[in-house]
């Protein structure tokens, strides 16, 4: 029993692969190596600014996966809605933007088919780090609050820790789209601070997980794609 609140969701699809590599030909030999374990994508930054991403974005399209196109952005109103026009046009299924809601009311009505997925607080943020940039609120108080103005702008859902899932589906309901990366066997070792497991994951609410590292680390990559599919079949059947 699973407490997600979009069942039209196939559990493959759960699972979104971080494609954090350093260029095309990397992302081309994990797609090829993950095979069919993995049918829902994540391209971001990295991938960007090493060119090929939208020749990426289209092969991954073209061969039916998904893609989650986690670009981040903010800027001023105009320029990011001007940008979620750009990328409705590669169609994405998910893109990421921050979590200021004059820019995504601004961009809601550019988004086409996409759904805009807004971003709390980066799950590499920890409370002591949040209060150092200036932030005057516990990170749950800013989570949430950030949370309810992004839905109230024209998100439709949003990327937050899997600890902060279960919260903000009582606060928000079973409309919103959850995203939560940062999914750890268990908590530390890398820069992620606020980490879950899969199974706490999806029990606290989560629609998507996205799993890079523990499935890029691992010896056997795609063993590792297959038991967490494993797991996400077993909570939703």
């Known amino acids: 029993m699973t407490t997600a609140?979009?069942?039209d969701i196939a559990p493959a699809e759960r699972l979104i692969f971080a494609l954090d590599v350093a260029d095309l030909d990397q992302a081309r030999a994990w797609i090829e190596r993950l095979g069919d374990s993995v049918s829902h994508y994540k391209i971001g930054l990295e991938l960007l600014s090493?060119?090929?991403?939208?020749?990426?974005?289209?092969?991954?399209?073209?061969?039916?996966?998904?893609?989650?196109?986690d670009l981040k952005l903010h800027d001023i109103p105009a320029t990011v809605a001007a940008a979620v026009a750009g990328m409705a046009r590669h169609q994405p299924d998910l893109l990421t933007l921050h979590a200021y809601p004059a820019a995504i009311k601004a961009a809601a009505g550019q988004a086409g088919s996409m759904r805009l997925l807004a971003v709390t607080v980066l799950t590499s943020i920890s409370d002591v780090?949040?209060?150092?940039?200036?932030?005057?609120?516990?990170?749950?108080?800013?989570?949430?609050?950030?949370?309810?103005?992004?839905?109230?702008?024209?998100?439709?859902?949003?990327?937050?820790?899997?600890?902060?899932?279960?919260?903000?589906?009582?606060?928000?309901?079973?409309?919103?789209?959850?995203?939560?990366?940062?999914?750890?066997?268990?908590?530390?070792?890398?820069?992620?601070?606020?980490?879950?497991?899969?199974?706490?994951?999806?029990?606290?609410?989560?629609?998507?997980?996205?799993?890079?590292?523990?499935?890029?680390?691992?010896?056997?990559?795609?063993?590792?794609?297959?038991?967490?599919?494993?797991?996400i079949a077993q909570v939703f059947e």
């Open 129 to 231: 780090e949040l209060q150092a940039s200036g932030v005057n609120q516990p990170l749950a108080s800013c989570v949430s609050a950030r949370a309810a103005e992004a839905i109230a702008a024209g998100a439709a859902g949003l990327v937050c820790s899997g600890l902060e899932a279960a919260r903000l589906r009582q606060e928000l309901g079973s409309g919103p789209l959850i995203v939560c990366p940062g999914i750890r066997a268990s908590a530390g070792g890398d820069d992620q601070q606020r980490t879950v497991d899969v199974s706490t994951a999806f029990a606290n609410g989560a629609d998507y997980i996205v799993v890079g590292r523990p499935i890029r680390n691992a010896d056997d990559p795609r063993a590792a794609a297959q038991a967490i599919q494993r797991t």
């Open 5 to 7: 609140h979009h069942p």
């Open 50 to 69: 090493s060119g090929g991403y939208f020749e990426l974005l289209a092969e991954l399209k073209g061969a039916g996966k998904r893609v989650f196109a």
